[in-house]
């Protein structure tokens, strides 16, 4: 390799690993049921938050370069579609972020190279995840998933 050239490229996966990735996605939950700012969040979500923690990871952890196993395990793996039900508008989508930036400063990606680019992909997904536009309006294209969905 030449001198000064980066080591091999990573993915935010190997610089987890698999402990690492759940470590996040818990400390992520654990804000979400605590944070104020998240209280609208948190109540779209079960009591129970053991499932979605679970799912969650296995995601996660697909997203960042480990096992793929969220369709073989869970079917679809449209994640945005999956939040047709909920009313996501601005507020929510920050929300979201902001509890998954504070547990991403809590994790071993907080001072790597890779952070920025996490983040960014991080906000990119949210964004696709909100179901209102500016005015609170529910995008046509949720829409017509809930439509899909009412029509059985
Ligand atoms: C924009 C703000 C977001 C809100 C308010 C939100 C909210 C929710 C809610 C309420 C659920 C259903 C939970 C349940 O069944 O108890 C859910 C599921 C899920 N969300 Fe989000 N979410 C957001 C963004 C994201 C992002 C950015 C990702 C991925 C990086 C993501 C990944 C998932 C996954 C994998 C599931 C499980 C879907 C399933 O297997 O049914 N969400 N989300």
Redesign the pocket.
């Known amino acids: 390799m030449l001198r000064g050239m980066p080591e091999n490229p990573q993915t935010p996966y190997q610089i987890l690993g698999d402990e690492g990735v759940r470590a996040l996605v818990d400390d992520f939950y654990d804000r979400m049921d605590t944070l104020p700012e998240a209280r609208r969040?948190r109540e779209?979500?079960?009591v129970d938050l053991s499932?979605?923690r679970e799912?969650?990871y296995i995601?996660?952890r697909g997203?960042m370069g480990g096992p793929a196993e969220?369709a073989a395990r869970?079917g679809s793996a449209n994640?945005p579609s999956?939040?047709a039900p909920?009313d996501?508008g601005v507020e929510?989508?920050e929300?979201?972020l902001l509890c998954m930036e504070q547990a991403l400063d809590q994790s071993a990606l907080a001072t790597s190279p890779l952070r920025e680019r996490v983040s960014t992909l991080?906000r990119r997904?949210?964004e696709m995840?909100?179901t209102l536009d500016e005015s609170g309006k529910l995008k046509p294209h949720f829409a017509s998933i809930r439509a899909e969905m009412a029509a059985g």
Do not use: V
Request: some cysteine.
């Open positions: 969040i779209m979500h079960d499932e979605i799912r969650l995601f996660i997203w969220y869970y994640i999956l939040h909920f996501i929510e989508r929300a979201w991080f997904m949210a995840c909100e």
